[in-house]
């Protein structure tokens, strides 16, 4: 496969991945809570968006990039030199 085509599609997965795991923290019972969905605002947390927002769309973009990798390393197995400039 072309390595272009694979790049765009480690990128798509990336971008999926992030989009993915932020719906489902947005969606837990416990993010609601802390977003102010809870009793009277009880447990209602802003800092949430600074502290644990950025790391579930880091870690949600980083482990489909990586999984991609891995696998079209073990797939494409190792090509010779003259392999690289096509």
């Not at 798509?12 to 809570?33: E, F, K, N």
Request: glycine share 14%; charged share 15%.
């Amino acid at each position: 496969m072309n390595r272009n085509a694979m790049g765009c599609g480690g990128c798509l997965l990336s971008m999926v991945g992030a989009v993915t795991a932020t719906g489902l923290w947005l969606s837990s019972a416990r993010t609601r809570v802390h977003l102010g969905k809870g009793f009277e605002n009880e447990g209602m947390d802003l800092s949430v968006l600074f502290t644990e927002l950025p790391l579930v769309f880091l870690a949600g973009a980083a482990l489909p990039a990586l999984v991609h990798a891995l696998l079209a390393r073990a797939l494409g197995g190792r090509r010779g030199a003259s392999d690289d400039h096509r």
